[in-house]
């Protein structure tokens, strides 16, 4: 099992660029989340999903759209790039029944210059 | 105010030390404490968790809470330098479809050989 995996692990954008970062796993959980990781700030949720098909938004939602076509997968896009979307991304997975663990992918680093 | 307040460190030891990490919140309704441990440039991934009160121990690692007083702490027993990472502590109340949690800013630990 590779649980969860990220792509691209680095990405260097432009301001006012798109981009879309992709969120696999391969646990079969129904519930998948998008966090950013800032110093002094801890994780702090995006968006998240509650099965295929949905979507909600979390604490910093502006600037971010998600999509779940496929329960593996759980896709954050970028429209229009920003400086302070500067960050690094964490996805996470988990069953609807464990109220306490998620699993996290290895991250995605992102530059917005 | 946050949530969830914690000292982020950094938190330098020497080897064998025992090592207090704390953090404090204000939502009285949560029920579920965690601890996840993050190594540098990883995802981070679940260490322990408690549910309600009391204490819990795994190895040399022990969880307390104290809901009176709104107050986690982790406890590291023979402290080694594979213990360096950072430690985020999480939670969430009883109950929710969603299975969020709120996570801590994190306290960076390095533990000298």
């Known amino acids: 099992n590779a649980g969860v995996t990220q792509t691209p692990k680095f990405r260097v954008l432009k301001t006012g660029q798109s981009m879309t970062l992709l969120c696999a796993q391969d646990?079969?959980?129904?519930?998948m989340y998008w966090y950013r990781q800032d110093p002094g700030m801890g994780l702090r949720l995006i968006h998240y999903?509650?099965?295929?098909?949905?979507?909600a938004k979390g604490e910093v939602p502006d600037g971010y759209n998600v999509s779940r076509l496929k329960k593996q997968n759980f896709l954050l896009g970028l429209e229009s790039a920003a400086p302070s979307q500067t960050s690094v991304y964490f996805c996470?997975?988990?069953?609807?029944?464990?109220?306490?663990?998620?699993?996290f992918g290895p991250g995605t680093r992102l530059t917005v210059t | 105010q946050k949530e969830v307040e914690q000292d982020p460190g950094p938190l330098s030891v020497p080897e064998g030390a025992i090592v207090s990490l704390n953090c404090t919140y204000s939502?009285?309704?949560?029920?579920?404490f965690m601890w996840y441990r993050q190594y540098s440039r990883k995802g981070p991934e679940l260490l322990m968790y408690?549910?309600?009160?009391g204490n819990k121990e795994d190895g040399r690692f022990t969880a307390q809470v104290d809901k009176s007083s709104k107050y986690i702490s982790l406890f590291i027993r023979d402290s080694q330098p594979s213990d360096s990472a950072t430690y985020l502590c999480?939670?969430?109340?009883?109950?929710?479809?969603?299975?969020?949690?709120?996570f801590g800013t994190g306290t960076l630990l390095a533990v000298q050989p």
């Open positions: 996470a997975s988990g069953l609807a029944g464990t109220t306490y663990e998620q699993y």
């Open positions: 646990m079969n959980h129904e519930y």
């Open positions: 999903s509650v099965g295929e098909g949905t979507t």
């Open positions: 939502n009285s309704a949560f029920q579920y």
């Open positions: 408690t549910y309600s009160s």
């Open positions: 999480a939670m969430k109340p009883q109950g929710g479809a969603t299975n969020k949690l709120i």
